[in-house]
């Protein structure tokens, strides 16, 4: 979890239209702004409602002006498909980190792409979360943007309990549950991660 002198950070969540990836952002802010920061937003939405990109950039830290970061500005990429990681990618600083879904659509496709991934995936910012295999085995397809928060929020100063008000905070639905339920899957599987990275680092 980066410390609070590591702040201003600015994140960057992208995906296609009907992933939720703007619920993410309203997330995202509810959270920080319980956290006693401050933040700023900006959200850029594509040609098409149903598939096209959908990005939303958030700037979390003290006293902020505009949440804009040009190319190489973003601290922390969070992408819910992989053509939308890689087209985000040049805004992402040379030691950021991008956080992915392991999912192949074009903006636009009404399904899945079954072609080869582009060899832009070696990049060593990037690293891989299967979430659409875990949401669609707990039968929650629509929980994505949910648990890939969650992977996110392992890497904010922004503690459990606080992540924990703002899921209370959502209207209660039949889909709260299986929501909270990805939400930590996700942050589980990122903390999983995180444990494996240390345990590798030579002492």
Not at 20 to 36: K, P
Not at 114 to 122: F, G, Q, R, T, V
Request: proline fraction near 6%; charged fraction near 25%.
């Amino acid at each position: 979890m980066p410390a609070v002198a590591d702040l201003p950070l600015t994140i960057l969540i992208a995906g296609l239209g009907g992933q939720g990836v703007v619920l993410a952002g309203d997330l995202l802010i509810d959270a920080a702004l319980r956290a006693g920061f401050d933040v700023k937003k900006s959200e850029i939405h594509g040609l098409s409602r149903r598939f096209g990109s959908v990005s939303c950039q958030v700037r979390i830290g003290r006293d902020l002006h505009s949440p804009l970061r040009g190319h190489g500005g973003v601290d922390l990429l969070t992408a819910f498909e992989g053509y939308e990681a890689l087209k985000q990618l040049p805004f992402l600083k040379s030691d950021g980190r991008a956080l992915v879904n392991r999912m192949w659509r074009k903006p636009g496709a009404l399904s899945p792409a079954d072609e080869n991934p582009p060899p832009s995936i070696d990049d060593q910012r990037l690293e891989w979360f299967d979430g659409t295999d875990v949401t669609h085995q707990a039968e929650c397809p629509r929980s994505l943007n949910f648990y890939m928060l969650g992977v996110l929020s392992i890497q904010l100063p922004i503690a459990e309990p606080v992540w924990e008000q703002t899921l209370d905070s959502l209207r209660s639905n039949a889909s709260s549950e299986s929501n909270r339920q990805m939400f930590f899957a996700g942050r589980g599987a990122a903390a999983t991660k995180a444990r494996r990275r240390r345990r590798a680092v030579p002492r």
